[in-house]
């Protein structure tokens, strides 16, 4: 969010890659809307802590962190 422009200023690059995901005239409003542009630092704060929150709770963290710990060591 630091650098708020990124996205757009990316467009002009975007535009004229050859990769097949940057193609199409939804990818910049994509990224905004990704990147929660429209929020105030309050909501965005809020709706970080939300997903923090949820995940913490959802039991495909909890098994997602169980494979990493068994195949990987990762806890």
Do not use: W
Not at 26 to 32: A, H, Y
Not at 54 to 67: A, E, H, N, P, V
């Amino acid at each position: 969010r630091a650098a708020r422009g990124a996205p757009a200023s990316s467009g002009p690059s975007l535009a004229g890659s050859q990769l097949p995901c940057f193609h199409g005239s939804s990818t910049i409003r994509n990224l905004k809307e990704r990147f929660h542009m429209n929020m105030t630092e309050e909501q965005l704060q809020l709706l970080i802590e939300q997903l923090v929150d949820g995940s913490m709770r959802s039991i495909t963290t909890k098994l997602y962190d169980g494979f990493q710990y068994l195949t990987n060591g990762i806890m």
